[in-house]
């Protein structure tokens, strides 16, 4: 009697043995399950990183730094950190050189057709991500800070944008910019979400030498990484395009004494309008035609505020000025294209200045701009002027 005790208490021990090791086996299956889960939103994923600019376009230059070098080397990092978290990535250089067809690195279709071949191997690829990497310059050397940009019409890109301005602020703390919406030819024609990466001022002496070490380039490679990893796990499908039209603001309708002049401000993150007064009953007495050239000559002037900059070269003339259909179709020297002063953020804040100077005109509703005489050209090499500009541009 006393042994069937015993035998029963082995038995127990034998299933509770039998239970424990099923329980580990359980845990080790799910765990091994849960780390694969963290990482995998990114296993696969088809990143088609571009170092912009490259052998015969420099890109911004500040005291012998060259934005085509930087924007390569810190895309080189971007990509063996993106490796490492499974991705397969793409670059569309991985030397000093650039797109342009042979025989055609100036006039106004070189631009688009560099920009071209770089936008056909995201194509090529299926690339779930497009990323290019840029480097901003600005005369006034207090300008600094990172910034994203996406498209207007892209949902997927907005989200992208933010998640990695959210990681590059962190390397930043007192960089207020936020993600925007650009009228970029690269991300306006990318068929999947696209975001230009703007690393930052090669012409504000502290972010230059930042942007000189490795260090600092390493961890903006880290920071565009997690920005792509969180997008992906906000949308582990990997969203396509375009879903959403995000709302921007446009310039307010002028009053009949005033007009407003829209300059950058000085730290390059929005416009600000500056009033300019004019007698009523001369103000009334001006064509729309009269009306545009009055406030564009104001633009070209510049500010009158400390606290907003020029970014059009002052010598730049208007060659022709016309209004049709509500479309002002402004020729300008190529002074604007010439002394053009900064990177991608300061020619897109430049157009915006243009065209919410004019559309504040009842009247007109659009911009185009000519670069002596031809259409297409670009002030800096990230716009290209090849359509019309609409109020909310
Ligand atoms: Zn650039």
């Known amino acids: 009697m006393l042994q069937r005790p015993i035998i029963v208490l082995i038995r127990r021990i034998w299933v509770l043995g039998i239970i424990i090791v099923f329980i580990i086996t359980l845990i080790g299956a799910g765990s091994i399950k849960l780390t694969s889960v963290i990482s995998s939103s990114l296993i696969n994923k088809v990143i088609v990183i571009d170092p912009g600019h490259g052998g015969a376009d420099p890109g ?24 490492s978290k499974g991705c397969i990535v793409i670059l569309t250089r991985e030397v000093d050189k650039d797109f342009y067809l042979p025989g055609y690195v100036l006039g106004r279709m070189a631009k688009r057709a560099e920009l071209d071949q770089r936008i056909n191997i995201a194509t090529d690829k299926n690339a779930d991500l497009f990323i290019s990497v840029h480097t901003n310059s600005f005369p006034r050397p207090n300008t600094y800070g990172m910034e994203t940009y996406y498209h207007l019409k892209s949902y997927p890109g907005k989200v992208l944008a933010e998640l ?18 650009g009228d970029y030819y690269l991300i306006n024609q990318s068929k999947m979400p ?46 396509r395009e375009s879903i959403q039209t995000v709302s921007q603001e446009g310039p307010p ?12 401000s000085s730290d390059l993150d929005n416009l600000v309008p500056e009033d300019r007064y004019i007698n009523r009953s001369v103000w009334s007495k001006l064509t729309l035609y ?41 020729d300008f020297s ?22 919410w100077t004019m559309t504040q005109l009842p009247g007109i509703n659009g911009v185009s701009i000519l670069i002596n005489g031809e259409y297409g050209d670009s002030i800096g090499g990230h716009i290209l002027l090849d359509h019309t500009f609409p109020i909310q541009s």
């Open 60 to 83: 911004a230059k500040n005291s012998g730094l060259q934005e085509k070098d930087i924007n390569l080397d810190i895309s080189l990092r971007l990509r063996d950190s993106l490796k």
């Open 334 to 355: 190529k002074d604007i294209r010439d002394d053009f002063p900064g990177g991608a953020l300061v020619e897109d804040i430049t157009i915006k200045s243009i065209v």
């Open 194 to 239: 696209a975001v230009i990466v703007e690393v930052g001022f090669i012409s504000n002496p502290r972010e230059r030498n930042l942007l000189m070490s490795n260090n600092y380039r390493d961890s903006i490679a880290e920071a565009i990484g997690t920005g792509i990893e969180h997008y992906f796990d906000n949308f582990p499908q990997g969203l």
């Open 253 to 264: 309708s002028n009053s009949e004494d005033t007009y407003k002049v829209y300059f950058p």
């Open 290 to 330: 009269q009306k545009s050239n009055l406030v564009l000559n104001e633009l070209i002037q510049g500010p009158l505020t400390v606290t907003s900059t020029r970014t059009i070269a002052p010598k730049t003339k208007i060659l022709s000025l016309t209004i049709q259909n509500g479309v002002a179709i402004i």
């Open 164 to 181: 990695i301005q959210k990681q590059l602020t962190q390397l930043q703390s007192d960089n207020k910019r936020k993600s925007k919406a």
